[in-house]
């Protein structure tokens, strides 16, 4: 070790070593815009897929307003009003209250067992299909009817009934939407 430290001190002083570093720099700042420039090239991407929706938090405009509060609140009285209906009358009233949004409406019924126990219901979901898409990609709405303690969710299923309504009146969707309001 002792051999090799007076070695690399005199390197150090050389003045062609001085010389290099300013070229070494400029040199490695040419590979590196080269580099940039060659990387939309299909030979250097590897097709690389880059999502669009990486790039749309920064153009959100809030037009959820004032007037879609008002709805919200009729939705949510209307949600309560069916809080005594049995799940095919809340399956139907819920189905009459996507129709009249505009929107395509299914219903779902199922029956399954956990612990021992039966449970069964109908599910209503409506979509809305994307003006733009391909009809590969959706996002799924969900509400549950009642929630984990057994009571109405009136804010949860109005939100979606609300967001239905609104997302329907805009064109700019590239995904389908689902919105669904489980039975259980």
């Not at 070494?24 to 090239?41: H, M, N, Q, T």
């Not at 929706?53 to 609140?73: D, I, K, R």
């Not at 612990?115 to 799924?140: F, K, M, Q, W």
Request: with cysteine; hydrophobic share 45%.
């Amino acid at each position: 070790m002792a051999l090799i430290s007076p070695t690399i001190l005199a390197l150090r002083r050389d003045p062609r070593i001085l010389k290099l570093p300013p070229y070494l720099s400029a040199f490695c700042v040419v590979v590196g815009i080269v580099w940039l420039l060659l990387l939309p090239l299909n030979e250097y991407s590897r097709q690389t897929y880059i999502s669009e929706n990486a790039l749309l938090p920064g153009q959100v405009h809030t037009y959820f307003g004032g007037s879609e509060q008002s709805v919200f609140n009729a939705y949510k009285y209307e949600v309560r009003s069916l809080a005594e209906e049995g799940q095919h009358q809340v399956a139907v009233k819920l189905g009459e209250i996507f129709r009249s949004a505009g929107l395509k409406v299914a219903t779902q019924e199922y029956e399954y067992q956990a612990g021992g126990r039966s449970y069964g219901g109908e599910n209503v979901y409506s979509i809305l299909h994307a003006p733009r898409g391909d009809a590969t990609e959706a996002i799924v709405l969900v509400a549950a009817w009642r929630n984990m303690d057994g009571e109405l969710n009136e804010s949860g299923v109005a939100l979606v009934l609300t967001l239905a309504r609104y997302f329907k009146r805009w064109s700019l969707w590239s995904k389908d939407i689902i919105f669904l309001i489980t039975g259980d």
